[in-house]
């Protein structure tokens, strides 16, 4: 069971970046993909942004253009780089590890607020 550490969340002025970080207590690589998720108080989990051990990325449409999702193998971390954050992106960010067919790993979350 891979234990996944979320940081880098916290209040934000509209316009403003944040940058996420995960870090992994194994090798991210074998892993399928990791992904960035969201979720507010009565709301589901929604994607944000997800990576495939390839390199290829997928964004929800409202973050394209604004949120890059990146990784480093060499230090088991996966980033999300948000800029211009707006108040709708505020949420709890979740990291999620998968390798189908076994249980995704989820991590604690860190939140993420964005005054207007």
């Known amino acids: 069971q891979v234990q996944l550490v979320e940081s880098g969340g916290g209040l934000v002025q509209a316009g403003g970046s944040l940058r996420l970080s995960c870090a992994a207590s194994?090798?991210?690589?074998?892993?399928?993909?990791m992904g960035w998720y969201r979720q507010t108080p009565g709301k589901q989990r929604d994607l944000v942004a997800l990576?495939?051990?390839?390199?290829?990325?997928n964004y929800t449409d409202s973050v394209k253009g604004r949120f890059t999702i990146s990784r480093d193998n060499a230090n088991d971390t996966v980033y999300l780089q948000m800029n211009n954050l707006r108040p709708g992106d505020t949420a709890v960010y979740y990291c999620?590890?998968?390798?189908?067919?076994?249980?995704?790993?989820w991590g604690q979350g860190t939140q993420v607020t964005v005054s207007s």
């Open positions: 999620k590890a998968a390798r189908p067919p076994w249980p995704p790993n």
């Open positions: 194994g090798n991210i690589f074998r892993f399928n993909y």
């Open positions: 990576i495939r051990s390839g390199g290829s990325t």
